[in-house]
C-alpha cells in the first residue's frame, strides 16, 4: 500500500484510475526492445551519449504493478496513475511513477554508483539547485528535476525526458545541462504541478 499520496490531480487521470478499480489487471504486457532513431557520439571526458527515440505509449496502470521498459533509463512507456514529487531521493523510485514525471515534462537524473560517488552526487545537486526557477510550475515546483539512483541502470549516470536519454560515464554538467535545456518541458501532457513526496519505496 503506498504510503504517501499525490496532493495534485489531474482530470485525465480520472478515466485510468475508474478503469482500474472496475478491474485493471495491474500487469501490463512487456514492450518490446526500442532501437534508438538517433545517437550522438560520445562527447567529453564522460563520454556522454544522447539517444532519440519514438513510438511512446502512455497507457496508466495501478500504482506498483509490474511495468517493464525497454530502454535504460526509461524515455516513455506505460506508467503508474501517480507521479513522484521533483525532489532528491537516496533510495530507488519505481519507475513507474518516474515515467509519469517525464510524461509531464520532467527530467530525471539517475546515478548507479556500487562504490559510492558521494562528490559526484554533490555536483549534481549544485547543478540541480542552479538551474533557473521554471515559470510553468506551481508555486510548489521550483525545477522539474528529479535525482535518484537506479542500481542496474546500464552505466554510471543517464538522465531522461520523454523520447529522449543520456547515459555519461561521470557526472557532467555542460552535458546535464544542454540536455535540460533542449528537453525539458516538452512532455505530452504540459503539466507542472508537484506529485507524491516518498520516504521510502512505497511498493515495498
Not at 563520454?47 to 521498459?69: D, L, W
Request: hydrophobic share 35%; glycine share 8%; net charge negative.
Amino acid at each position: 500500500m503506498l504510503t504517501a499520496t499525490s496532493r495534485w490531480r489531474h482530470v485525465s487521470l480520472a478515466l485510468p484510475i475508474l478503469t482500474c478499480a472496475l478491474g485493471c489487471s495491474g500487469d501490463p504486457d512487456p514492450q518490446p526492445p526500442l532501437e534508438p532513431v538517433s545517437e550522438s557520439q560520445p562527447v567529453g571526458d564522460c563520454k556522454a551519449v544522447t539517444r532519440s527515440y519514438e513510438g511512446a505509449s502512455n497507457q496508466h496502470f495501478a500504482a506498483c504493478s509490474n511495468v517493464q521498459y525497454s530502454t535504460s533509463p526509461p524515455v516513455f512507456g506505460d506508467h503508474y496513475a501517480e507521479w513522484a514529487a521533483y525532489t532528491t531521493y537516496d533510495f530507488p523510485v519505481p519507475l513507474g511513477f518516474l515515467v509519469h514525471d517525464l510524461e509531464h515534462g520532467a527530467v530525471v537524473i539517475f546515478y548507479d554508483c556500487p562504490g559510492g560517488c558521494d562528490d559526484e552526487v554533490a555536483d549534481a545537486q549544485a547543478f540541480i539547485d542552479g538551474l533557473p526557477d521554471d515559470p510553468r510550475c506551481a508555486a510548489a515546483v521550483r525545477v522539474q528535476v528529479i535525482l535518484v539512483p537506479r542500481p542496474g541502470l546500464g552505466s554510471r549516470w543517464a538522465a531522461s525526458a520523454w523520447g529522449h536519454s543520456l547515459n555519461a560515464d561521470c557526472f557532467d554538467a555542460d552535458a546535464f545541462r544542454k540536455f535540460y535545456a533542449d528537453h525539458h518541458a516538452r512532455g505530452p501532457e504540459d503539466l507542472c504541478n508537484q506529485g507524491s513526496f516518498f520516504t521510502t519505496d512505497p511498493c515495498r
